[in-house]
């Protein structure tokens, strides 16, 4: 009979914490028991988009029933500075100059949260406004400075081959940004301790940042700061870098009070106050021949930065890593612009600047097949990387793991694309109004951080004398289910139950200098790290058997539950107690890096990624052409995530991603006024996917063949990021809806979001144009 453990790799276990988020029994920062005497924070945020301090009243704010005290910059006792890069150009507190609407100008400490937010709203700034630029094309008109060093990527001469191809076209794209809306807003619990110390328990995808900020802003070393985490509502990105201000501004107060101090922004204040994904605004001029087969692309990718520099630089680089997609472009010219705005400083969002880089790809395949009247599928796989030749990416690492055919070419017959859009023609040909789109895209993603320093994790795996196994990492748990793949890792490394693995919440006290949980390698990194930590116990335990049962090392072995030592069988726990009183050290600390990996920015070479994930999405659509409405019909998806750890968890993942970027490409539109005032700042005015705007009819599979040809943690492949991207069949499809209503003569040039009103203007701009 083949026994096996109940929850190891590659089994669809449920989310660790799944009946506790539906019951109510999780419990985030907001839940923690705080301290007896506890303080609220509420921040003052400036009521103008740039403008000089002149002066700055606070003292109905001091004098505000339960206020403690009101905290500006000269409170900071270390450095007034939150900045992910080192470039100093992120304040905590505004100190002579407004940078943004919204931007945090003070703080008020009360010993209510009512009475901190009252309060804040009493103070009276005396501001000199000054001339604002909010859109990224009028940032670039009026010569606004990049916040950090653009990037270019070049193979070969763009002009000559520009010039020299059969066919050529220009055109421009705006993509736009979107907000994380996470369930859970930005949150720090600060707790004073001894002498310099201060423990942090914040919201964040990057403890370790949160750590070192906090000690910069404190002027103390890191040592004097822990930040802990258990898990978070949400973060999406939004709380790699910008947790940092919460945090340091709770734990000033809580040092200079002698009390705990907690902040939590309303949801309207964390909207205005904190950055999103980046905007783009792409020109691209591509050359191809009579196939539809690019011969050359130049692209131009500016973008909405905001202020300061956050993560805008690694976040267009990697928009430009994207820009090829699947496709193979034997020349090209890419260079971003992280333009400058006078906006909060826009930062990591799930994908990076990689889906602002692929819908470019996408929209220059959709220009050729309307030039060429080809299907747009005809022509994408006409461009796919192959081998040989067709096989080098604009930075010049080599693809050698395609299986962009084998993914699409399977799709495309489950999902019945060909019969569906003959369908789709025929159906526009005999409607007028209602108009129908059909579309498939794929992606190739690149898994690592471009920040190659990040590309590490540690791991912390103590076995306790009854056989109870306690797991600890520096990746930090969002609901994505990071903390239950690696609790089956280590659990399959032990040969015993999921359930005697127990996940503990990431804290900067038992693993040090962890990296963000980002960029897709959550499990990749922190499954290997804990693996490490494990294979080190397993080696004492195993040469614990050989001296104590003078056996062989080859025959002992872990099995389910059970230590085989020759030709005896102990349950886990009694051989674990007989290490414990065989003085066996049964703890270690695992690290893991990721190999082969290196890039050179300077040259625009290298190898960044230590390999791709595969994807491709079929979706079919309505639209009203008399109201620019629609519904998704149909979508069918195809995700390769490698060896798959736990199918359950990653089939969520891509269903969320998916629903997720098809917010991002249709109904979620941040929209500021002439002011500089965000207007679309709370459930209200800003739309997010509900229930109803979900896909009638949604088949996701994972393509169960597929194994990581990398040695990565049992051969499986991240799955965060690469999905998200699968949404861009939605606006294609829409797309060839509204292009119907010109027969298919001209590419739609749908800007993102492709809200209906979009889609509408589209619909009366080709008719227009066919009259």
């Known amino acids: 009979m083949d026994v096996k453990i109940r929850g190891g790799v590659h089994a669809p276990e449920k989310h660790d914490s799944a009946e506790k988020h539906v019951t109510g029994r999780a419990d985030y920062a907001d839940d923690i028991a705080a301290p007896e005497g506890t303080l609220h924070a509420a921040l003052g945020l400036s009521t103008v988009a740039r403008g000089r301090i002149k002066g700055l009243d606070l003292s109905d704010a001091k004098t505000f029933p339960g206020v403690v005290g009101v905290l500006t910059a000269r409170d900071i006792p270390g450095v007034n500075d939150v900045s992910s890069t080192g470039r100093h150009d992120d304040p905590v507190f505004a100190e002579d100059e407004i940078s943004f609407h919204g931007q945090p100008v003070f703080a008020v400490i009360a010993e209510t949260r009512e009475a901190a937010r009252r309060a804040a709203k009493m103070a009276r700034m005396d501001v000199e406004e000054l001339p604002h630029v909010i859109d990224v094309a009028d940032a670039r008109d009026a010569g606004y400075p990049n916040v950090t060093e653009p990037l270019t990527l070049q193979r070969g001469e763009v002009g000559p081959a520009l010039d020299a191809a059969p066919h050529r076209l220009k055109g421009t794209m705006r993509v736009g940004g979107q907000d994380h809306f996470y369930l859970e807003s930005h949150i720090a619990l600060a707790i004073p301790g001894e ?12 403890p370790s940042e949160v750590q070192h900020m906090v000690a910069h802003v404190l002027g103390v070393p890191s ?111 890419l260079t971003s612009r992280p333009l400058k705005t006078d906006t909060v400083s826009n930062t990591a969002f799930r994908g990076f600047g990689g889906p602002q880089g692929v819908i470019a790809a996408e929209r220059i395949m959709e220009e050729i097949s309307y030039a060429l009247g080809k299907d747009p599928l005809e022509v994408r796989k006409a461009n796919f990387y192959g081998v040989g030749e067709r096989d080098v990416t604009p930075y010049h690492q080599t693809v050698a793991d395609s299986i962009l055919e084998r993914i699409v070419g399977e799709l495309e017959d489950d999902a019945d694309y060909a019969a569906r859009r003959e369908a789709v023609l025929a159906h526009n040909a005999g409607h007028r109004i209602l108009k129908k789109g059909i579309a498939l895209t794929p992606v190739k993603f690149g898994i690592s951080f471009t920040a190659t320093w990040f590309n590490q994790a540690g791991a912390l795996v103590h076995v306790y004398n009854d056989g109870s196994i306690h797991l600890n990492h520096g990746g930090t748990e969002m609901g994505q289910g990071l903390f239950v793949k690696v609790a089956q890792v280590v659990a399959d490394c032990f040969q015993v139950d999921l359930d005697r ?79 414990y009183l065989g003085r066996v050290h049964l703890s270690a600390a695992g690290f893991y890096k990721t190999p082969d990996i290196h890039w050179d920015r300077a040259a625009g070479k290298g190898r960044p990624f230590y390999y791709f994930a595969y994807g491709a999405a079929v979706s079919e659509v309505s639209v009203d052409t008399l109201t620019g409405e629609y519904r998704v019909d149909r979508v069918d998806i195809l ?77 499986s492949k991240a799955v965060g990021e690469p999905p998200f991207m699968l949404a861009i069949s939605v606006l294609e499809a829409l797309s060839m809806a509204v292009a119907s209503t010109a027969g298919y003569r001209v590419c739609p040039r749908l800007d993102a979001p492709a809200t209906p009103e979009r889609v509408l203007m589209a619909i009366e701009r080709l008719r227009g144009a066919k009259k």
């Not at 002498?195 to 990057?206: A, G, K, L, N, R």
């Not at 969320?656 to 098809?662: K, L, N, P, R, S």
């Not at 006024?673 to 965000?678: H, T, V």
């Open 195 to 206: 002498d310099d110390e201060v423990t942090v328990v914040s919201s964040t995808q990057h």
């Open 639 to 715: 995700h390769d995530v490698g060896r798959s750890l736990n199918p359950a968890i990653d089939r969520g993942q891509v269903e969320g991603a998916f629903i997720q970027g098809m917010g991002w490409l249709t109904t979620e539109e941040l929209w500021w006024d002439d002011k500089g005032r965000l207007r679309t700042h709370a459930p209200s005015t800003y739309k997010i996917p509900l229930a109803s705007d979900r896909p009638r009819v949604f088949n996701v599979r994972l393509a169960e063949w597929s194994e990581n040809r990398e040695p990565t943690i049992r051969r």
């Open 223 to 333: 040592n004097a700061v822990t930040v802990t985490v258990r898990r978070m509502g949400g973060g999406f990105g939004g709380k790699e870098t910008q947790s940092s201000l919460f945090a340091a501004v709770a734990a000033v107060a809580a040092k200079k009070y002698g009390r705990a101090v907690k902040l939590r922004p309303d949801r309207d204040e964390d909207m205005v106050a904190t950055g999103k994904r980046h905007d783009f605004l792409i020109d691209y001029d591509v050359g191809f021949d009579d196939d539809g087969r690019v011969l050359a692309v130049s692209g131009d990718f500016a973008a909405r930065c905001g202020f300061s520099a956050d993560l805008s630089g690694p976040v267009t680089d990697r928009a430009l890593f994207h820009a090829d997609n699947a496709y193979y472009y034997p020349t090209v010219r």
């Open 501 to 579: 693995v127990k996940i503990t919440g990431t804290t900067t006290a038992k693993v040090p200098n962890t990296s963000a949980t980002a960029a897709s390698s959550g499990t990749d990194l922190n499954a290997m790290a804990a693996k490490a930590a494990a294979e080190e116990i397993k080696e004492r335990l195993v040469a614990f058997a050989v001296e104590s049962f003078d056996v062989p090392a080859d025959q002992v072995a872990f099995e389910p539950n059970t230590v085989r030592v020759g030709n005896t069988r102990f349950p886990f726990p009694e051989f674990i107690k007989k290490a």
